[in-house]
């Protein structure tokens, strides 16, 4: 069973930057891939980022590619997004997942298991 709470959403000015957290309990975190998602009011829940749990392995949506990076420090149990250069369309709830069974990373909703209940994202323009 793994536990996840994120924090670092806020209110920001378009061309901001955020660092959202993800912190993890219990002791298979280090050992499986995370990902971050977001939801925004009306739309379905959509992949942003995902890292391998070395770290080594990492995937972006295509919108994000260049601005957000995703990493992970394993002796913290605990995953990052950095998101650079804000825009106003990045408004979201965003979300942290955990997998249960795989070490690789994935895109789908489907392929984690443990969720965490989200960190608002508001970016004015």
Do not use: H
């Not at 992949?47 to 392995?57: D, H, L, M, R, V």
């Not at 997004?81 to 979300?95: F, G, R």
């Not at 690789?104 to 989200?118: E, H, I, K, N, V």
């Amino acid at each position: 069973q793994v536990q996840l709470v994120e924090s670092g959403g806020r209110l920001v000015q378009a061309g901001g930057s955020l660092r959202l957290s993800c912190a993890a309990s219990g002791r298979t975190f280090s050992s499986v891939s995370m990902g971050w998602f977001r939801q925004a009011p009306g739309k379905e829940r959509e992949f942003i980022a995902s890292i391998s749990w070395t770290g080594g392995t990492a995937y972006y949506q295509d919108s994000v590619k260049g601005r957000f990076t995703i990493s992970r420090d394993n002796a913290k149990n605990t995953g990052y997004l950095q998101m650079n250069s804000l825009k106003p369309e990045d408004t979201a709830v965003y979300y942290c997942a955990v997998s249960r069974t795989y070490a690789m990373p994935g895109r789908a909703t489907g392929f984690y298991d443990y969720w965490g209940q989200g960190t608002q994202v508001t970016v004015s323009s």
